[in-house]
């Protein structure tokens, strides 16, 4: 078993940034994959970004590409998700998941770990 807890989120405005947090413990060793989702009322999850553990590979959504920076530190099992310039069509809850098994990093179903979820918020 994977645990994995995110801290970080807020109210903010837009233009602001914020810095999300995923701390994973337990069976860390055999993750294969880290990636971030978020999911707004009313609407599916959907992904953010991602990192292959190994090579550190990162992949991001086109509507966060060039705004959001996932980065890691191996040494803590945790990944971070760096967020400029929020928008408020960024409003979520904000969830860490990681994976054991490859497959498409962006497809929610690929993860079976997932973290409680964190609330961003970004007023106009």
């Known amino acids: 078993q994977v645990q994995l807890v995110e801290s970080g989120g807020g109210l903010v405005q837009a233009g602001a940034s914020l810095r999300l947090s995923c701390a994973a413990s337990?069976?860390?060793?055999?993750?294969?994959?880290m990636g971030w989702f978020r999911q707004a009322p009313g609407k599916e999850r959907e992904f953010v970004a991602a990192?292959?553990?190994?090579?550190?590979?990162?992949y991001y959504a086109d509507s966060v590409k060039g705004r959001f920076t996932l980065s890691r530190d191996n040494a803590k099992n945790t990944v971070y998700l760096q967020m400029n310039s929020l928008k408020p069509e960024d409003t979520a809850v904000y969830y860490c998941?990681?994976?054991?098994?490859?497959?498409?990093?962006?497809?929610?179903?690929?993860?079976?770990?997932w973290g409680q979820g964190t609330q961003v918020t970004v007023s106009s």
């Open positions: 990192v292959i553990w190994s090579g550190s590979t990162t």
């Open positions: 998941a990681s994976s054991d098994r490859g497959g498409g990093v962006s497809l929610a179903t690929m993860y079976n770990y």
């Open positions: 337990g069976r860390t060793f055999s993750t294969v994959v």
